[in-house]
């Protein structure tokens, strides 16, 4: 769809009015950059895809505790079987009765997707961690396509991949019945989808500018309809469906959009920018990335809706919501869904630290920054290491990030922060406005209880800041002139290329290293001592 022309006249980026005929020399915007898929994209995108696909789902089905599902994955599983058992209608689903806690506290999706996966295989260990593997899979292509999109290069996609299938972090959220994997693919899914959309909206007021077709309103000319953010829409109502978290990221991305769009106008000279994307902006984003959300979230609750033994489903009727609230003035169904809402509110709200409510495996947003504190997912020591072995063995399993990925997140923040505030390299801003979704919000409330899961949301983004970072190096610096680095080339190489070829094979040999402590391997209690280089790992 093209910018709607609505006039011969146009702005020039300097303000001034000129003629579509006038003989002066435009100051026309360099041209959006568009690199044409390639060979090179194909063949790096399927060994990608191949290696997610086996680092995701060798030993899928272990470890398992006699059988039963581990950590968290003993809320979750449940909860999603309690579907598959109530499931009478195709396009419904089933309801989670949780007879054992009483209340779920998060919203229905991300065990929708674990009930259609027990469906399929079973209440197994297969049944309930296959689709978040093919989920975790997902996450790693739509941060190499993410990364693509914003370079415009297939290297860079390369090395976003690469680092994507060897950290520890999405590695394991990939690998067990949970949810977070379900709302990170969603939540890199909107931001692709945004990237996408900023550009298609550039590449159009490029070309009414260029063409003179930019219109006689002050306000600028309209985009016409955007699919590309109405899909990131459609993604963020998923991301909210599966974890309220997903609200942060409607407010950055959204508030992202308006903004970028503002940007646009301006660069391209309409006079009254900021008004135009008021008008002409704003109304069209709130519609996608607020409306189409909050539509979504609600139809995940259908079968909520449809059930009759729901939980607080006649909360009106029954007693559970007092006399004079104002809940009674609404339909009994809707007067229930809101109170299940706020007793889920009040159930994250009072736990807190200060409230007496602690775990062994807490950690703070400021700690997630260099994985300081992993969580324990599994655990079984005094195991015998074999015949006639003295030494005794054990597994162990953490949700652990990989130290060169997680390691380095500050100084990548800081110089991304640089690059697009100072430097003005509009391609950081996706990346950094993602990883202030997911970190910012937490230090707003800091005294609640949190787990270092909560951040895998953040690590997809700072992937793309390392691997933008890469394709700078790539090709710049002097040529290095050792013998031994030559012929392992094969051919003169720079040292800003031989950085990023040794940063992403420590990356590979560090998750190699770590791998018993992300698969479980049975290992000595000598080697397992190795692994833990940091006192709070243990």
Same mark, same amino acid.
């Given at each position: 769809?093209?910018?709607?022309?609505?006039?011969?006249?146009?702005?020039?980026?300097?303000?001034?009015?000129?003629?579509?005929?006038?003989?002066?020399?435009?100051?026309?915007?360099?041209?959006?950059?568009?690199?044409?898929?390639?060979?090179?994209?194909?063949?790096?995108?399927?060994?990608?895809?191949?290696?997610?696909?086996?680092?995701?789902?060798?030993?899928?089905?272990?470890?398992?505790?006699?059988?039963?599902?581990?950590?968290?994955?003993?809320?979750?599983?449940?909860?999603?079987?309690?579907?598959?058992?109530?499931?009478?209608?195709?396009?419904?689903?089933?309801?989670?009765?949780?007879?054992?806690?009483?209340?779920?506290?998060?919203?229905?999706?991300?065990?929708?997707?674990?009930?259609?996966?027990?469906?399929?295989?079973?209440?197994?260990?297969?049944?309930?961690?296959?689709?978040?593997?093919?989920?975790?899979?997902?996450?790693?292509?739509?941060?190499?396509?993410?990364?693509?999109?914003?370079?415009?290069?297939?290297?860079?996609?390369?090395?976003?991949?690469?680092?994507?299938?060897?950290?520890?972090?999405?590695?394991?959220?990939?690998?067990?019945?949970?949810?977070?994997?379900?709302?990170?693919?969603?939540?890199?899914?909107?931001?692709?989808?945004?990237?996408?959309?900023?550009?298609?909206?550039?590449?159009?007021?490029?070309?009414?500018?260029?063409?003179?077709?930019?219109?006689?309103?002050?306000?600028?000319?309209?985009?016409?309809?955007?699919?590309?953010?109405?899909?990131?829409?459609?993604?963020?109502?998923?991301?909210?469906?599966?974890?309220?978290?997903?609200?942060? +990221?409607?407010?950055?991305? !959204? %508030?992202?959009?308006?903004? =970028?769009?503002? /940007?646009?106008? @301006? *660069?391209?000279?309409?006079?009254?920018?900021?008004?135009?994307?008021?008008?002409?902006?704003?109304?069209?984003?709130?519609?996608?990335?607020?409306?189409?959300?909050?539509?979504?979230?609600?139809?995940?609750?259908?079968?909520?809706?449809?059930?009759?033994?729901?939980?607080?489903?006649?909360?009106?009727?029954?007693?559970?919501?007092?006399?004079?609230?104002?809940?009674?003035?609404?339909?009994?169904?809707?007067?229930?869904?809101?109170?299940?809402?706020?007793?889920?509110?009040?159930?994250?709200?009072?736990?807190?630290?200060?409230?007496?409510?602690?775990?062994?495996?807490?950690?703070?947003?400021?700690?997630?920054?260099?994985?300081?504190?992993?969580?324990? +997912?599994?655990?079984?020591? !005094? %195991?015998?290491?074999?015949? =006639?072995?003295? /030494?005794?063995? @054990? *597994?162990?399993?953490?949700?652990?990030?990989?130290?060169?990925?997680?390691?380095?997140?500050?100084?990548?923040?800081?110089?991304?922060?640089?690059?697009?505030?100072?430097?003005?390299?509009?391609?950081?801003?996706?990346?950094?406005?993602?990883?202030?979704?997911?970190?910012?919000?937490?230090?707003?409330?800091?005294?609640?209880?949190?787990?270092?899961?909560?951040?895998?949301?953040?690590?997809?983004?700072?992937?793309?800041?390392?691997?933008?970072?890469?394709?700078?190096?790539?090709?710049?610096?002097?040529?290095?002139?050792?013998?031994?680095?030559?012929?392992?080339?094969?051919?003169?190489?720079?040292?800003?290329?031989?950085?990023?070829?040794?940063?992403?094979?420590?990356?590979?040999?560090?998750?190699?290293?770590?791998?018993?402590?992300?698969?479980?391997?049975?290992?000595?209690?000598?080697?397992?001592?190795?692994?833990?280089?940091?006192?709070?790992?243990?």
């Amino acid at each position: 769809m093209r910018v709607t022309a609505l006039t011969t006249k146009f702005h020039s980026p300097s303000g001034r009015r000129a003629s579509r005929h006038s003989t002066q020399q435009r100051p026309v915007p360099p041209r959006p950059l568009t690199v044409p898929w390639s060979r090179a994209d194909t063949v790096s995108t399927v060994v990608i895809a191949v290696l997610a696909l086996i680092t995701r789902y060798a030993g899928l089905t272990l470890p398992v505790s006699k059988g039963t599902p581990i950590f968290d994955e003993k809320h979750y599983v449940p909860q999603a079987w309690d579907m598959v058992r109530s499931w009478d209608n195709l396009f419904i689903g089933g309801i989670e009765s949780n007879p054992g806690y009483g209340l779920v506290v998060h919203p229905p999706l991300g065990k929708q997707i674990l009930a259609l996966s027990e469906a399929m295989f079973g209440y197994t260990p297969l049944g309930w961690r296959f689709l978040t593997a093919a989920f975790g899979v997902g996450v790693v292509l739509l941060v190499m396509n993410m990364a693509r999109t914003i370079s415009q290069s297939w290297q860079v996609a390369t090395f976003a991949g690469l680092i994507a299938v060897f950290d520890g972090v999405l590695l394991v959220s990939s690998k067990f019945g949970l949810l977070d994997i379900f709302q990170v693919f969603f939540i890199v899914g909107a931001a692709w989808a945004l990237v996408n959309d900023h550009g298609q909206m550039r590449a159009r007021i490029h070309e009414a500018f260029h063409s003179g077709n930019m219109g006689t309103s002050e306000f600028g000319p309209r985009f016409g309809f955007r699919w590309w953010r109405f899909t990131a829409g459609v993604f963020l109502g998923l991301a909210l469906a599966v974890k309220w978290t997903g609200l942060y +990221y409607i407010a950055f991305f !959204g %508030l992202m959009s308006v903004f =970028g769009d503002l /940007a646009l106008r @301006r *660069r391209y000279g309409v006079k009254r920018y900021i008004t135009g994307t008021l008008l002409r902006d704003t109304p069209a984003a709130l519609a996608s990335l607020v409306v189409v959300p909050i539509a979504l979230y609600v139809w995940s609750w259908r079968a909520w809706f449809a059930s009759e033994t729901s939980v607080y489903r006649h909360a009106k009727t029954d007693g559970t919501i007092a006399d004079g609230s104002w809940l009674q003035l609404l339909p009994e169904a809707v007067a229930g869904w809101f109170h299940y809402h706020w007793s889920v509110l009040q159930f994250h709200t009072e736990l807190t630290t200060s409230g007496g409510h602690s775990h062994p495996w807490d950690s703070k947003p400021w700690a997630w920054l260099v994985s300081a504190r992993p969580i324990l +997912y599994y655990s079984s020591t !005094g %195991l015998e290491c074999g015949e =006639g072995g003295a /030494a005794t063995c @054990r *597994r162990m399993l953490y949700l652990f990030g990989t130290p060169a990925v997680w390691w380095l997140i500050v100084p990548a923040i800081v110089w991304a922060l640089w690059c697009l505030f100072i430097r003005k390299d509009r391609r950081f801003l996706v990346p950094v406005v993602g990883f202030a979704a997911g970190f910012l919000p937490w230090l707003a409330n800091f005294d609640r209880q949190m787990y270092f899961f909560y951040a895998t949301a953040l690590i997809p983004f700072v992937i793309v800041i390392y691997a933008l970072a890469l394709g700078r190096l790539v090709g710049h610096g002097p040529v290095v002139k050792n013998k031994a680095v030559t012929a392992l080339a094969r051919r003169p190489i720079t040292w800003g290329t031989f950085a990023a070829i040794a940063y992403l094979a420590l990356v590979i040999a560090m998750f190699c290293y770590f791998s018993p402590i992300l698969y479980g391997y049975t290992v000595s209690d000598a080697w397992y001592k190795s692994l833990m280089w940091l006192p709070s790992w243990s």
